[in-house]
Every structure is written in C-alpha cells, then in structure tokens.
C-alpha cells in the first residue's frame, strides 16, 4: 500500500486526535476561505488573539477526511468528527508553538533524517515500522521507505507532493514536542530530604486510641441557619480561597414538564396494534405492508435476524431473547407479537428459516475490478504464491499478504456467517466447494484466495416486521402545551412583582415545587460554555441566549417554553458570577453546608473538653474507644475514613501518652491518644522513593504542562457564543 496510507491518514489521525499533537502549523494555507463577519472573539482567543478560524476549520476537513479514510480501510462507517478534540488539539499546538519559538526549538535536517529511518540512537517510529515490513526479514525496510518518499516528491500530482510535505511537517513537528517535554523532564528532581520525608511518610508509624463525634450526630435542622448568621459566617470568611469565583459563569435554573401519553392514547395504540397484527397475518403482500405500515420500513425476504446478545447480531436485526423459542417454535407464516423492544412494541411474521452456517479463511489480495492495471498486478501476484499456501502454512501468508484489515488478525478467518452476509463469489465457494479446499475467487474487492473451513446447520428466522412506538396525541401535545403556558405566565406575573434579584430565584423555585416539578441548575463557565442534559442543540442555544444575553439580569425568564425533543423546558437566569471574591447569594448554599458543620464542631468539641481519660469521655459522649495505627503518608483512621487534618496533628509534636484537645477532622471531632510510635528503620538510602517520585512527577509532566500554559493564555473558546450569535 502506498505511503499516504502509511504516513498521512496514520499521523494525521494521530495529530488530530492527541492533545498536544500539532495542528495549526502543519495547514498552513490549507483550504483558506471566507471566514464571514469580522468579529471581537471570532472562535476564541489566546493571550488575548484570536484564533485563526481558517486555519480550525482546515484542521475539522482533515480530521473528517481522515475518519472518512480509516472507515473506508475498515469498511465501517464513518463517524462524525470530534470537533472538541480538534480544538484541545488545535489550542495545544499554539501554545507549544509559542514555547518551541521562546525556546529556539528546531529540528535539522541531519537530525530529521535520523529521527525518521531511526539512526543515530533514534528507535523507528513505529507506524513507519509497520507500515514498511520487509516481507522477508519481517523488519523494517529504510530503502522501501526512501523510495516512497522519493516517488512522491518527484510525483507530477500536486495533492500527492502535499502530502509528503504535509507528513514531514507533523513528524518534524512531533520531535519538537519530544524535545520539549524532554527538557521539562530534565528540570524535574527530587532532593535526598524529600525522599527521606517520603520514606518516612509511610514507614513510621503511630498507634492511637481515639473517641470520635461525627457531625451527623446532630441533625441540620438543630442549627439556625437564618440568613443574618449566614451573612456574618460570610463576611468573616469570605477571604478564604475556597469561595472565590475561579473563573466567570452564569447559573441557570430549570425545570422541564415531559410530554407523555395519556390514558386514551394508550388505549387507541393498543387497538391499532390488534389492527395491525390482523392486517400482516393476512396480508398477501407482505413486504408492501411493512412498507406502508411500520415506522422502520425494512423488508427482506433473505435477511436473518438473531436474538439479542447473539455475538454474530447485527445492529437491528435482532429479537429480544425471551422471544427466541416462541419465534423460532413458529410455523412459517404465524405473526408473534406484539412484544417490546427497546421501547417500542413490534408484530413479527416469520417468512422462513436460513440454516446454512459457513465458515472460511482468505487471503485478500486488493485490486478493485474496474482497475485494469491492480487487477493484472494482483492476479500476477496470485499466480506467484496461490502454489506455495498449503493448510499448514495458510495462516503465515495471511499475515504477510492479506489486505483485509478485517480477518488480518484472526488468520483470515470468517466464521459461522450466511450466504447473503457475503459477495456473491465469496459466498458461493464456501457453499459449494469441499471442506478443505484452498482455491480462488474474484469480486470486486479484488482476488481471494479460500478455504473452506465448516458448514452446519442453525435456525435463524426471516421476519416481516412491523414496529410502532406509543406516541402522545396532538391533542394531548396541545394539553400539555397549554399547561407549560400557564404556568410560564403564572412564573412571569410572581416574579415581575419582586425587586430583589434573590426573591425572584426564590420564588422561581417555590411556584416551580407547588406545581409538582424540581429545579435544577446549571453552571455555564463562560471561557468554556457547555452544557449538559440536553437531547437539542436548540434547546442549549436558548439557554445561552438567556444567561449571556447582553442585557441579561438575574430573574430574567425565558420569553417561550424550550422544546427538547419530548419535553418542555422553562428557565430562569439565576445568578451571574464574575471571576474573583464571589456575592453571598452565590454561595449561600456552600456557606450554609459550612456554617452548619461550624456549629456541629463547636458543639461537639465543647461537649469533649477538659478530657482526663479517653475512656471517661466515651462514657459522657456515649462512645467507644477506637484504635487505629495510622501513616503520615496515608491519612486514613480506621473506623473514621479519610482525615488528612487529624493525621497531621498526630505527627506533629506530640508525645506518646498524650491526650489531645478535640480535633476537627472532616467527618467528626475526635480527642486521641498516642499510645506508640514506631520509627521508620534505618536505610541505606532513598533511591526506591527518589525514583519514584521521579516516576510520578514526569508521567504528569504534559498534563500539568498544559493545564499551565491554558491558564496562563487565559484561553478563551467562543465557539458556541459565536454559533449563536450571543457573544462574537
């Protein structure tokens, strides 16, 4: 196969699908076009530039290309591109590109050719190494290689000479990368006393006795959680890190009413289906009354269908298994049914019966008939080696000359498969040829060479059938609507007459709980808008349009309800958070969580004061005495869990036999006693901590490098505001 199916759909699949691979700069002027309306943000921006939207859209018609490509090697389907992939990707790539600049990074020429036939200390890259076998040694082959690329340099076809050039760029690109992150590993070290203290951390251990109050012990609603206490816990902490506002955002509040069947749809949909199961029983058209009676309109009079969960299933092809021996029991034409199946109820006439199971190996040898050229070369190919493949070495050839990727590394296997699953030619061999026979057939797919394996018998059925889906009504639909409206303008009248924006929020939630529903929130970070929940992309864009709407303010309603496929959904913007000290109402509900775990510990630990005996405060707490031996480097008690804060305040200056005041941990207050220390035992050295620490710290070297440079780019992705028109 030629090199672009080595080098450029593998490494562009790569470099579009790995974070950090190295988009933008391999496109260069790569399909440029029309950007539309110049705007502020564009698609997003990057220390404070726009990203160049070209250059991204470029980088999605290669990504679908590719996937296009890998499908049709796989022959699958293609799926849709990832766009957020590409943008991880494409983002990755400028920031390393302004680091590689910063740094001097480059690659010579010397150093290219080494990094890609693998001399000078360089190990072949192993798609190369794939990709360039020689058949013979079975390793890779540098001249196969250099010819290649040869031919394609000096190809008269521009798009072939790209695709080199574009395939040098990525790899010339992709050891800038190794180089990088190379260098950041070398900055990282360890220090003797940091292996020490590891070592330390998880040898030395301290047995204890403790008696814990969990916080549950008191119920929340023994706590006044009444808004002036809250706003005074606020305001004495409300410097504490943990309620700053890390980024900007909005919060949305919604609730969604469900438009389902009523009783009488029920009823009309059980009737049809009595209807429908009289109509296919004696139907002297079979396939015409699928077609005009079912919502899938399939029919074959050939095509089998298994029972779910049946390895060898095809995708809609199948009966749910507590069907199989009532179908398969069945007299050709008796209808079963109606049954459910995945949510909706289907009537099954059984046509017939396939009962031929086959099973083959081959060794595709690929030239598409309409090529004159690869059919001559792929035939004189066959004639060469057909003589040589016997039963013994039949699985060796496969893997040395078999071009489909789809039996490749199963010997060239298809096992247990029907006549019509296959092309004509292949099925027919396997049909009628002896078991054991090694032969060729031709199809379009280009030469075979076959042996069949088995045949046996089965029963799998050839059904009609009609499916249909219970549905609410049009009139139902238009009760429900006019529901959904009555309560939008029973929500607009009650919140219009508040002033207070946090009123509004509260009384949203009240008339939405009344009427039988729940609100539930959503926080949309607005560098990065997404949101989750949702079955349309219509409905997510009203709810952006609602919470970043210039003029947007805190108890603003959506104008109409949103239609999400089978619901209705209304909302209400509920707060908006700028980056930075946050506004009590935007976290009352953490303060509050807060404030009543405060006022737990205060309780408890003036109960466990003025402790003598661990025992004595067991008996006036109504606890036990709990025993634990506990690691600096693993901070969990047993009995207790997690309890970082606790552990520290063991290992700190206290002395075996002491009796601590009462610790605040995150389940509980505790008083504990040291009842031993075992010192960790003397080592030699630190070199097993050292290396790993080492070990960690590097393998998140690129994750937290990245983690780094997008906050520091303070990179902004606008793409949905600007599909949306909300913010551009």
Do not use: C
Request: net charge negative.
């Amino acid at each position: 196969m030629a090199i672009i199916g080595k080098i450029r759909d593998k490494s562009w699949l790569i470099l579009i699908i790995v974070g950090g691979a190295l988009v933008a700069f391999i496109l260069g002027d790569y399909q440029k076009g029309s950007t539309g309306t110049e705007s502020k943000y564009g698609y997003g921006t990057v220390y404070g530039e726009k990203v160049d939207m070209e250059a991204f859209n470029a980088a999605v018609v290669i990504a679908d290309e590719n996937s296009r490509r890998a499908a049709q090697q796989q022959q699958q389907a293609p799926k849709p591109v990832d766009k957020a992939a590409v943008w991880t990707s494409f983002i990755d790539n400028m920031l390393l590109e302004r680091e590689y600049n910063e740094l001097g990074l480059s690659v010579s020429d010397d150093e290219f050719d080494a990094y890609l036939y693998g001399r000078e200390g360089f190990n072949v890259i192993p798609e190369l190494a794939q990709g360039f076998t020689d058949s013979v040694t079975g390793l890779f082959n540098e001249k196969m290689l250099q010819a290649r690329i040869e031919e394609m340099e000096s190809s008269d076809d521009p798009a072939v000479q790209k695709q080199w050039s574009d395939s040098k760029e990525y790899y010339i690109n992709r050891r800038k990368q190794e180089k990088y992150f190379a260098i950041l590993n070398q900055g990282i070290y360890v220090t003797d006393l940091e292996a020490k203290n590891e070592y330390v951390s998880q040898k030395e251990i301290k047995s204890v006795s403790y008696v814990m109050q969990r916080f549950n012990s008191i119920k929340d609603d023994e706590i006044d959680v009444s808004d002036d206490k809250l706003k005074a816990y606020f305001d004495a902490n409300k410097a504490d890190k943990k309620y700053e506002n890390k980024t900007s955002s909005r919060e949305v509040k919604f609730f969604d009413v469900t438009i389902e069947p009523s009783k009488e749809d029920v009823k009309a949909f059980d009737a049809r289906l009595v209807e429908l199961k009289d109509g296919l029983a004696n139907a002297t058209n079979d396939s015409l009354y699928v077609i005009q009676n079912s919502e899938v309109r399939f029919f074959s009079s050939v095509v089998t269908f298994k029972s779910a969960g049946n390895e060898k299933a095809k995708n809609g092809m199948t009966y749910p298994a507590f069907m199989d021996t009532v179908i398969k029991s069945a007299a050709i034409g008796d209808v079963v049914g109606p049954y459910e199946d995945n949510g909706s109820m289907k009537i099954a006439k059984v046509l017939g019966f396939n009962g031929n199971l086959l099973s083959a190996r081959h060794i595709l040898i690929g030239a598409q008939r309409a090529d004159t050229n690869a059919v001559a070369k792929a035939k004189a190919k066959l004639d060469s080696i057909l003589p040589l493949i016997n039963q013994g070495n039949f699985e060796e050839y496969v893997t040395k000359f078999s071009d489909d990727p789809g039996s490749k590394n199963t010997g060239g296997k298809y096992e247990d498969f029907m006549d019509y699953e296959m092309v004509p030619e292949f099925s027919k061999f396997a049909t009628e040829e002896p078991i054991g026979k090694i032969g060729y057939v031709q199809t379009d797919f280009g030469f075979h060479i076959m042996e069949v394996l088995n045949r046996k018998s089965a029963k799998e059925p050839v059904l009609a059938i009609i499916q249909k889906t219970l549905k609410p009504s049009v009139n139902t639909i238009d009760v429900k609507e006019q529901e959904v409206y009555d309560l939008l303008y029973k929500l607009d009248e009650k919140l219009s007459a508040k002033k207070d924006e946090a009123d509004k929020v509260e009384m949203f939630d009240t008339i939405v709980s009344q009427a039988g529903y729940i609100s539930r929130p959503i926080n949309i970070q607005e560098n990065s808008p997404k949101i989750y929940g949702f079955t349309s992309k219509f409905a997510e864009d009203k709810i952006l349009q609602l919470a970043f709407d210039e003029e947007a303010k805190v108890g603003d309603l959506v104008s109409s309800p949103i239609k999400d496929k089978e619901r209705y959904v209304i909302a209400v913007l509920s707060s908006v958070k700028n980056k930075g000290e946050a506004k009590f109402e935007d976290v009352k509900l953490a303060v509050q969580k807060d404030y009543i775990q405060a006022e737990k510990a205060k309780r408890l630990s003036d109960k466990m004061m003025k402790t003598k005996s661990l025992s004595g405060l067991a008996d006036k707490v109504n606890g036990t005495v709990q025993k634990a031996e506990v690691t600096f480097g693993n901070p969990q008690i047993t009995g207790a869990g997690y309890e970082p804060e606790i552990v520290g305040a063991l290992f700190s200056a206290l002395k075996d036999g002491e009796i601590t005041v009462p610790l605040i941990g995150k389940n509980g207050v505790y008083v504990a006693q040291i009842e031993k220390t075992v010192k960790a035992p003397e080592a030699a050295n630190y070199l097993v901590e050292k290396n790993q620490l080492l070990s960690t710290t590097r393998n998140n070297v690129q994750g937290a490098s990245r983690k780094a440079l997008v906050k520091q780019a303070d990179v902004v992705d606008n793409r949905r505001f600007f599909e949306t028109n909300v913010r551009r």
